[in-house]
Nanobody, 122 residues
Framework: QVQLVESGGGLVQAGGSLRLSCAAS????????MGWFHQAPEKEREFVAA????????NYGASVSGRFTISRDNAKNTVYLQMTSLKPEDTAVYYC???????????????WGQGTQVTVSS
């Protein structure tokens, strides 16, 4: 069993930056794909970013491409999401996901964190 715990969320002004972290426990995630999704009130959970187990391949949602960067440190069992040039529409709960079976995480991925709130004020 894998437990994922997100941290780093908070309130930031538009144009600012935040760095989210997702720490995993219960199993070494060196062979798992990792990623981030977000969900705004009354909206579906939306893909943000993903990274393969080696870190060699990353993928981003259209709304965050060029502003967000995903990375991972397998030695620390942690994945990061560096968010820059934040916009009010980035406001959402951000969830970390992990998948032992797919190269890229999806909404059907096996493991999820509880989420961390990101609020961007205008």
């Amino acid at each position: 069993q894998v437990q994922l715990v997100e941290s780093g969320g908070g309130l930031v002004q538009a144009g600012g930056s935040l760095r989210l972290s997702c720490a995993a426990s219960g199993r070494t995630l060196g062979s798992y794909s990792m990623g981030w999704f977000h969900q705004a009130p009354e909206k579906e959970r939306e893909f943000v970013a993903a990274i393969t187990w080696s870190g060699a391949v990353t993928n981003y949602g259209a709304s965050v491409s060029g502003r967000f960067t995903i990375s991972r440190d397998n030695a620390k069992n942690t994945v990061y999401l560096q968010m820059t040039s934040l916009k009010p529409e980035d406001t959402a709960v951000y969830y970390c996901a992990s998948d032992p079976a797919r190269a890229i995480v999806t909404r059907s991925s096996a493991y999820w964190g509880q989420g961390t709130q990101v609020t961007v004020s205008s």
